[in-house]
Nanobody, 120 residues
Framework: QVKVVESGGGSVQAGGSLRLSCAAS??????????ISWHRQTPGKEPQFVSV???????SYADSVKGRFTISQDSAKTTVYLQMNNLKPEDTGMYHC????????????WGQGTQVTVSS
């Protein structure tokens, strides 16, 4: 069982910054070589991909956040950060972290999310 916990959300004005954290831990976490992705969800809609960091450190971003958001991880690969700069009102939403793996028998896990609200 892997536990994924997000933190760092809040309310900011447009142009401001926030840093989100995603802490993952639990039995089998290291064996499964999890990739970690961030997704933004607004009421009534499916989560939308924001960014991902793979176990080898490679990263990818949605076009809407390129140049503004940076994803990184600590050396132990147990915490993933999403640095969000120059925030826009359209960045508002619940940000969920997802741990997923291509290793046989390793399940994917979602966190409960952390709310980000950007006012104009």
């Amino acid at each position: 069982q892997v536990k994924v916990v997000e933190s760092g959300g809040g309310s900011v004005q447009a142009g401001g910054s926030l840093r989100l954290s995603c802490a993952a831990s639990g039995s089998g976490y290291g064996y499964c070589n999890y990739d970690i992705s961030w997704h933004r969800q607004t009421p009534g809609k499916e989560p939308q991909f924001v960014s991902v960091i793979e176990n080898d450190g490679s990263t990818s971003y949605a076009d809407s956040v390129k140049g503004r958001f940076t994803i990184s991880q600590d050396s132990a690969k147990t915490t993933v950060y999403l640095q969000m700069n120059n925030l826009k009102p359209e960045d508002t939403g619940m940000y969920h972290c997802k741990a997923f793996s291509a290793v046989d028998g390793c399940l994917g896990y979602w966190g409960q999310g952390t709310q980000v609200t950007v006012s104009s």
